[in-house]
């Protein structure tokens, strides 16, 4: 894996040897899905590449940082909106959006965070829309685990089977793959919803 500068390099090799890696990596992962805009997978991809015989074991970490963050999310949006939610969401420029992602939600619910989980988009607008709706909890945690076991998995197999190219094909194929699977998903999910409402 090529770093652009020593001191990054370095800095890989101390995480990536340290026993402290998978606790580092959950908190980065927790960091990314709240509020750091660097998309987990720069760290990720080389980590998995240089520990091969921990790859699983590095995309769970990851999807579970993901899911506290998710759930702090959630709660921000249900307790704190008025205040927290408001200010984290023009801060970080997320108005518009954030109300096109409410309209979308209102109709489609489950689906919409299963779609927003996996496209290459702040995951936070489905957190506050979801809190501040009452969507029910257990749903929710259950369409991000979906959607983001989906990315982190996907993206162990990519690196499983293609090493330190894995890399490369992300770069060039991310926003492509991600919008697929979101179509594939968002369509099997409105038809087996269609298929229980013509049973019942």
């Known amino acids: 894996m090529a770093f652009q500068s020593e001191r990054a390099r370095r ?3 101390r995480i990536s040897r340290s026993r402290h890696m998978l606790w580092l990596l959950g908190l980065l992962s927790f960091l990314e899905t709240i509020i750091v805009p660097v998309p ?3 760290v990720l991809i080389p980590l998995m590449a240089a520990n091969r015989s921990r790859i699983w074991t590095l995309a769970t970490v990851v999807t579970v940082g ?3 963050a998710s759930l702090l999310g959630y709660g921000v949006g249900m307790v704190l909106y008025q205040s927290v939610g408001t200010w984290f969401i023009e801060t970080m420029g997320m108005q518009q959006g954030y109300e096109a992602f409410q309209s979308f939600f209102d109709q489609y619910g489950f689906v919409a965070i299963l779609a927003l989980g996996i496209v290459p988009v702040p995951f936070q607008i489905a957190m506050i829309t979801a809190g501040l709706s ?9 369409a991000a685990l979906i959607a983001r076991g ?4 996907g993206l162990a197999w990519l690196v499983y089977h293609f090493g330190d190219r894995a890399q490369q094909l992300w770069q060039k194929h991310a926003v492509l793959t991600s919008l697929a699977a979101a179509a594939i998903v968002i369509g099997v999910s409105l038809g087996m919803q269609a298929l229980a409402n013509a049973l019942l």
């Not at 989906?150 to 998995?153: E, G, L, P, S, T």
């Open 40 to 42: 987990i997978e720069v």
């Open 11 to 13: 800095w890989f090799y």
């Open 134 to 142: 009452g969507y029910p909890i257990y749903l929710f945690v259950f």
């Open 150 to 153: 989906i990315r982190y998995y």
């Open 66 to 68: 993901c899911l506290l």
